[in-house]
């Protein structure tokens, strides 16, 4: 069966971290970029973060720079996202995704479009 198991996540006054993992189970995730994207209620949902195959290229949202951190272990089949000095406005459900299948290394996007498999999601609140 092909899944993406997330956990981590939970409540945390602003201020303080939370770790976000996500582990695939049935495929590799060796040949795909991976990403993470948020849904706020009534928001679109939105790009958070994204690792390239290699792990060399990340791209972050304007608005997690400099306190989100994403990486991969591709031995463990797993994506993480570390969130540091958490706000309220980043209280959402999280999503780790999984790229289209592609020979580009060292790149990724942070497009919904361009992604094809999704966690089932981890809510993560923050209170102020």
């Known amino acids: 069966q092909l899944q993406f198991v997330e956990s981590g996540g939970g409540l945390v006054q602003a201020g303080g971290s939370l770790r976000l993992s996500c582990v695939a189970s049935?495929?590799?995730?060796?040949?795909?970029?991976l990403a993470w994207f948020r849904q706020a209620p009534g928001k679109e949902r939105e790009g958070v973060s994204c690792?390239?195959?290699?792990?060399?290229?990340?791209n972050y949202a304007n608005f997690v720079k400099g306190r989100f951190t994403i990486s991969r272990d591709n031995a463990k089949n797993a994506l993480y996202l570390q969130m540091n000095d958490l706000k309220p406005e980043d209280t959402a459900v999280y999503y780790c995704?999984?790229?289209?299948?592609?020979?580009?290394?060292?790149?990724?996007?942070?497009?919904?479009?361009?992604?094809?498999?999704w966690g089932q999601g981890r809510q993560v609140t923050v209170s102020s």
């Open positions: 995704a999984r790229g289209l299948l592609t020979s580009v290394q060292d790149e990724c996007e942070l497009n919904r479009y361009e992604y094809d498999f």
């Open positions: 049935g495929f590799t995730l060796d040949y795909h970029p």
């Open positions: 690792i390239s195959r290699n792990g060399g290229g990340t």
